[in-house]
């Protein structure tokens, strides 16, 4: 009985640990989508 309750325990950390993986990813793709690239490069090319 006890080794369910530890496998459902080490399963649910697991899944959370993939869930804020997938949010993070998801977020920085979208923060990404939204920069404008060329305004970026522009600086980037002021600085040398």
Do not use: Q
Not at 14 to 23: D, G, H, M, N, Y
């Amino acid at each position: 009985m006890i080794d369910s309750w530890i496998g459902m325990v080490v399963g649910l950390f697991v899944l959370a640990i993939a869930a804020t993986l997938v949010i993070g990813h998801y977020r920085r793709e979208r923060l990404l989508s939204r920069m404008d690239h060329r305004h970026c490069w522009e600086m980037m090319r002021r600085r040398r």
